[in-house]
């Protein structure tokens, strides 16, 4: 704390540096994400396990993960957690606690492999029926989608899963992945730093939006009705959902793969309509929002893909954020084990503006 009210206070942080990092790179103006010295595009057909695997290596720990099984006192909690209908991003938080390990390396690959069945499970539990264990012949993505449904999935299923993980999995010093660093950079232990990036995840401003933009997918119904729709919402001052970036000024990179991902699957293995509705969607509200706001650079971002593949992929809303999580978890697990090196506490400070004494 300091007493200089004439400091330069940066609220949010913003503008502020605050680690050096191997595992990605975010250029707002360029349009261009780098995770682990491989442009996202590159690594969108990747498994999840390369890609996790090539992050963990940036950071100094060497490891695969695969999924599995819970631990007994973990299915206790989220049994009695469903039978009080307990939000799902509540119950994945509430369950990473419960996970022990010994050391740092154990504690990643723990948090990696038992996310997808911690929220697999909770979802069939949620909706009475028992969680179907993984299988040890399947890769996380084709794992996490066989223990929600008990069949095993359509492999262009598999492979769009592939890439939201991929695509999603590290974002710079985003609000959930700082959390998981000041908590680690206090020497406490893995589960606690990533329980508590959870919770900072579960945030509408951070990770709840991917929802709200299939919801105006939705309200708008026939590709006819585009504008028409758009054009209103604006009028009232609404945004509209999955355009625009704090960081991104021009498209944002994610959005391209997942476009792309979300084509070749809805054109192989789902509703080749929906999609090309939401592509419909798109266009119309980019020409709106430059003639209505231009120079704002409200581009295409992320959650609008997002809620289409994932949507495509036969999951609820409310399994978005969660399923979100499952690919983070391994970004802030490779963030814990970089703050873990430079080994020096995060504490910044701030400026008093209260009363002062008497």
């Not at 939000?87 to 996310?115: C, H, K, S």
């Not at 509705?277 to 893909?305: I, M, S, W």
């Amino acid at each position: 704390m300091t007493t200089d009210v004439n400091a330069n206070v940066n609220n949010g942080l913003e503008g502020i540096v605050a680690a050096e990092t191997r595992l990605s790179m975010v250029d707002g103006a360029r349009g261009e994400l780098i995770i682990g010295g491989f442009r996202v595009e590159e690594l969108s057909s990747w498994h999840f396990e390369d890609t996790v695997e090539l992050l963990w290596a940036a950071a100094g720990f060497h490891g695969r993960p695969h999924a599995m099984s819970l631990p007994v006192h973990t299915g206790t909690l989220l049994r009695d957690a469903a039978q009080q209908n307990v939000p799902p991003m509540d119950a994945l938080r509430m369950a990473a606690g419960t996970l022990r390990a010994e050391e740092d390396g154990e504690a990643a690959q723990l948090l990696v492999g038992t996310f997808p069945t911690i929220v697999a499970a909770y979802w069939r539990l949620q909706h009475g029926h028992e969680p179907t264990p993984p299988r040890e012949d399947l890769g996380i993505a084709a794992n996490y989608l066989y223990m929600l449904n008990g069949t095993e999935p359509h492999a262009e299923l598999v492979r769009g899963m592939e890439t939201y993980l991929n695509t999603v999995v590290d974002h710079g010093l985003n609000a959930s992945t700082f959390t998981a660093r000041v908590i680690a950079s206090t020497g406490s232990d893995f589960v606690s730093a990533i329980a508590g990036a959870v919770g900072a995840l579960k945030g509408p401003l951070h990770g709840g939006a991917p929802g709200p933009a299939l919801d105006m997918v939705f309200e708008i119904g026939d590709a006819s009705r585009t504008e028409e729709v758009l054009r209103r919402k604006i009028a009232n001052g609404e945004r509209l959902m999955g355009f625009g970036h704090r960081v991104y000024k021009v498209r944002d990179p994610r959005a391209d793969v997942l476009a792309a991902a979300a084509e070749r699957m809805f054109t192989r293995a789902g509703d080749r309509h929906l999609y090309e509705l939401a592509r419909a969607v798109e266009r119309t509200a980019l020409r709106l929002l430059e003639e209505h706001k231009p120079g704002r650079k409200l581009q295409t971002n992320v959650e609008f893909y997002t809620a289409l593949l994932l949507h495509g992929l036969g999951l609820e809303v409310p399994l978005f954020t969660p399923t979100f999580a499952i690919s983070r978890v391994a970004g802030w697990t490779a963030h814990s084990f970089e703050q873990r090196r430079v080994g020096r506490l995060i504490r910044p400070q701030s400026v008093y503006v209260g009363a002062a004494p008497a």
